[in-house]
């Protein structure tokens, strides 16, 4: 790996093609950013320009999934710009959104698929969770509604009727299908998963958790990283989210076999606290961290950061 001016060590060979980025940290999709500060994810998405940061908009963002794609394509340094997505119950709607995202400029799709149901979120219940008056899911107006199917004696409202729009691994290749566009998949936690995302062409797997708030009790995503790459080995590119919330944590997932991280929480606390400032700031703390600790640890390069440099000579496995 090169040192460009200024000896930041670059990442190359992230989906899609090749990109390379100042510094291994993406921010996460998250949804409703409005709730946070006014400007949403208007800030994050400058923040992540300005800093060299690739950006997922989520499909729930409560902004214009176009808007947020003009403010940003122009800027020089800017990471890379993706767009996530659900798949919808109307599959025509989804085609569509994918239409637009192409449009706009995206440069990939990520498609989350561990959370085809909520969880169950005590806290929100306890809480009373609402949106609040004008924060929703712009991108996704004009979705018809559910009509729920008529549920015989002894049938699940879930499993006979939500769950039958689940995705499956025949919807992965309908979108591939339908987009030019790479398609990345978010929330792979099983060996069995990685290898027929593999099999399939996906551009990469993000490793996820979905943050802890959609099955509890699911593993670590630091726990499973190193068993996804052993099994997809190097020719699936690999990026993990969930933890991370020093430079210490970035360099831990390199050395674990991810090309590069997300961050979800932390940068949400930055753009509550102030705005895209705050995001911009908590993107410049990772990054001086995890230079840092790749000079503490030796590593004059990301090449050099490998199980051993956590565990000795292997990682258990």
């Known amino acids: 790996m090169n040192r460009p001016p200024g000896g930041v060590p670059r990442l190359a ?45 989520s499909t729930q963002a409560s902004v214009l999934l176009e808007d947020v794609a003009r ?25 569509e959104l994918v239409r637009r995202a192409e449009r706009a400029g995206y440069e990939a799709l990520v498609l989350t ?25 712009v991108n996704l107006a004009g979705l018809p509604p559910v009509t729920p199917p008529a549920l015989e004696a ?15 691994w025949r919807d992965v290749e309908w979108l591939q299908g339908l987009t030019r566009l790479p398609v990345l998949l978010k929330g792979v ?16 797997l993000i490793v996820s958790n979905h943050g802890g708030r959609t099955l509890d009790t699911a593993p670590a995503t630091a726990w499973v990283l190193p068993r996804i790459a052993d099994t997809v080995g190097g020719g699936l590119p690999l990026l993990v989210d969930g933890g991370i ?19 979800g929480r932390p940068y949400v606390h930055g753009l509550a606290t102030a705005g895209a400032q705050g995001v911009a700031h908590v993107l410049r703390l990772l990054r001086d961290e995890f230079e840092i600790a790749m000079a503490l640890t030796g590593c004059a390069t990301l090449a050099e950061a490998g199980p051993s440099l956590l565990f000795g000579r292997s990682a258990p496995r």
């Open 13 to 57: 060979q992230i989906p899609p093609g090749v990109v390379t980025l100042a510094h291994p940290v993406l921010l996460a999709p998250v949804a409703y950013q409005r709730m946070a500060h006014p400007d949403g994810e208007f800030a994050s998405a400058l923040a992540a320009a300005v800093q060299g940061a690739g950006l997922v908009l």
């Open 71 to 95: 403010l940003v394509l122009a800027e020089p340094q800017r990471g890379p710009l993706w767009m996530q997505l659900y798949l919808q119950h109307d599959r025509g709607f989804t085609a």
């Open 113 to 137: 698929v561990d959370a085809p149901t909520s969880g169950a979120r005590d806290r929100e219940r306890r809480a009373g969770f609402r949106l609040p008056p004008g924060v929703s899911a």
């Open 154 to 168: 002894g049938q699940s409202a879930l499993f006979d009727g939500l769950l039958r729009g689940a995705a499956t």
């Open 189 to 204: 936690l099983h060996e069995d998963d990685a290898r027929q995302a593999a099999a399939l062409g996906v551009a990469g």
């Open 245 to 263: 919330r020093r430079g210490t944590d970035v360099l831990k997932a390199v050395a674990l076999g991810a090309r590069a991280v997300l961050v």
